[in-house]
Every structure is written in C-alpha cells, then in structure tokens.
C-alpha cells in the first residue's frame, strides 16, 4: 500500500521526489466540469472521488510487473476551474490543455462531464497533429444539439466530427439521427453487442475487435477519451446514464494496452464518474484505469 508521509490530495499519493511537476512526464489535471449532464447529476465530484481512491490503489501494476511511476513520476496539478457557460468553460479547457500540451508531456484529464474533452481535444491537436480521437462510450455522442445545447456531452463526438477522425469503442446508445450521420460519414464505430458476440466465441477470435478498432486508426497520435459508462454497469454503476451491454474490465485494458503498443497516445481522459455515497468500488475502479493509461504513458 502507499507509504506514510507522502503528498496529500494528490494522484497516488506519491512520495514527493515522484510527484514534482520538474521531473513527471505525465500530468494529472483534475477537471470538475459538469454544465449539461440530463439524467443523473454528479460527474463534478468525480476527480476528487478518484484521487481519493487513488491512495488505496497498489503502486505496483501486475500487468506491467513493476511500478511505473518511478520511471519519470506522475504530477498532479490544482483542479482547472472553468467558465459559467459550455463555450467558457470548453474554451478555458482549451487554453489549459494547449498550455500543457506544449510541454511535450503526457496529459491525463479526470472529469467531469464528457463535454470538457471537446476542449482538451482541440488543445492537443495544436501541438500533435494530426490527431484521431478514440472514445470508449456507451453513447455515440453525435448529436447536433442536446436540451438546446450544441456542446452539450451528448454532442461531444459531433463537435470533433468535422476536425478529427475518430474510433468509436463499445457504443450502444443513440439515436436514429445520430445512426443516419455516422452512416452518412461512415464513422468507425464498434457496437456493444458486437464486442458481446465475439465475447462469446471459442475460435479463438475474441480479440479480433480490438485489432480492427486499432488497425483502422490512420493517424500516429492518438488522444483517448474514456467515458466510464464505457464499461458495463455490474463492474461500473456510478454513472449518470448507465446502459447494460458494455465492456468489462479486461476487454478495456486490452484495448488501451494494445492502442499504447501500436500508436503513439499523446493524451487521455477519464470522464463521467457520479460518484455514489457508500458505494466505493467505482471510484477505485476508476482510480486504477488512471493508473493504468499512466503506467503505459511513462513505458512509453
């Protein structure tokens, strides 16, 4: 377990010669942005749930046999405080993230509602182009506007459509405009009960998904976006719109292993966690994926 003695309300807790900005190659920026969520509200308390329950997490990754942190350190700087609009606030997240972006370090976001990633996207993209967007979703998030909002969550993908290709992992939410547009863009999209399908094969063929989603990527640099209703709701209910059918635990990790391995990720989010009083298994979910996408940033 983490030791004593260690920096406080910061990512893992780490002894303080691993967590100075100077020599961290990775940075946490904590993003309590929640402007727009429609079903159940919450998302703002989602970075500081999953830096709490990072100091419960074990600095020693079993998948990557050692602790990666040491290798160049993981930062973790004061939570970003946006404007009182969707357009301020994604506008301040862009400014931010272009900031850090230009540091030509690895940028690792917890939200906050999926609609700061519109913002974080855009911010990477001036330093790392060109630049494909992969998200892990229950929701296509294609909409044109949402409750009158156009940056609404549910717009997210739409409002990088026009800029950025994109990979779409694992959704099973949206509309039939939503299915008309990506048809029309013929968007690469991985549906839920198509990874279920393979989930349930023994050719050995399991796999094969997540070597299509990687293989159809056409750019080097990749940035991450990681909407945790991504996963299924029996390992992640602390959501505001949960939808059954998604991926689990290992499926996901094998997917960012293997998207690490074979593309340059330049930058990621983790986004969307409600946190629910008395129930902590999420958030350290939550917490340990950060570790992961870290771990593989800093071998990288």
């Not at 009960?193 to 293989?215: F, K, Q, S, T, V």
Request: hydrophobic share 40%; with cysteine; glycine share 8%.
């Amino acid at each position: 377990m983490p030791l004593e003695n260690h920096t406080a309300n910061a990512f893992l807790d780490l002894p303080p010669e691993f967590a100075t900005r100077e020599r961290s190659r990775v940075l946490v920026l904590p993003v309590p942005y929640e402007k727009t969520t429609c079903y159940v509200r919450g998302t703002e308390g989602g970075p500081a749930a999953i830096l709490a329950a990072s100091h419960h997490v074990e600095y020693y990754d079993e998948i990557l046999r050692d602790e990666p942190f040491r290798r160049s350190g993981i930062h973790t700087l004061p939570p970003l405080e946006s404007g009182d609009s969707p357009k301020e606030a994604i506008e301040a997240i862009r400014k931010e993230v272009s900031g850090l972006a230009s540091e030509g370090r690895f940028l690792l976001l917890l939200g906050g509602e999926h609609g700061l990633t519109v913002g974080a996207v855009r911010g990477v993209a001036e330093h790392a182009p060109p630049l494909t967007v992969v998200q892990v979703d229950a929701h296509a998030d294609l909409r044109d506007e949402y409750e009158g909002s156009p940056l609404s969550h549910a717009c997210v993908m739409r409002r990088l459509a026009d800029d950025f290709p994109s990979v779409q992992v694992g959704i099973r939410s949206l509309s039939k405009g939503e299915a008309d547009f990506a048809a029309e863009r013929n968007l690469d999209i991985h549906y839920g009960h198509d990874i279920a399908a393979a989930r349930l094969r023994d050719d050995g063929e399991r796999r094969r998904w997540i070597d299509e989603a990687i293989d159809s990527i056409a750019t080097e640099h990749v940035y991450l976006t990681v909407d945790l209703d991504g996963l299924d709701p029996s390992i992640m209910p602390a959501v505001g719109t949960p939808v059954p059918g998604g991926l689990l635990w290992f499926e996901l990790l094998t997917l960012v292993r293997t998207l690490f391995e074979r593309r340059t990720v330049v930058a990621a989010d983790v986004v969307e966690l409600c946190p629910v009083p008395g129930i902590v298994a999420p958030d350290f979910l939550a917490a340990d994926l950060t570790y992961k996408i870290a771990g593989h940033a800093l071998r990288a």
